[in-house]
């Protein structure tokens, strides 16, 4: 193998294992308070998230996804 295969082959492993991570499962706590500390910071007051089963969105505005696809996080203004 020459070099540049080799090259081209590790390249190739670290962009799949960089997506891998990238796409990994969060915890719905760990994500509301990302999302939460986003908003925060924009000075966006008044709002509450929800993390729901998928069958149970209803009207609201999804936001995110987490617990491996189980649930969605759900945003609304009070």
Do not use: H, W
Request: hydrophobic share 40%; aromatic share 2%.
């Amino acid at each position: 193998m020459s070099t540049k295969s080799i090259l081209l082959l590790l390249t190739a492993c670290t962009a799949l294992l960089t997506q891998a991570v990238q796409a990994a499962p969060k915890p719905c706590d760990e994500l509301k308070a990302e999302i939460a500390a986003k908003l925060d910071e924009k000075g966006v007051k008044g709002y509450e998230i929800t993390a729901v089963e998928n069958d149970k969105v209803g009207d609201a505005k999804v936001i995110g996804s987490c617990d491996g696809g189980t649930k969605k996080l759900t945003y609304m203004r009070k």
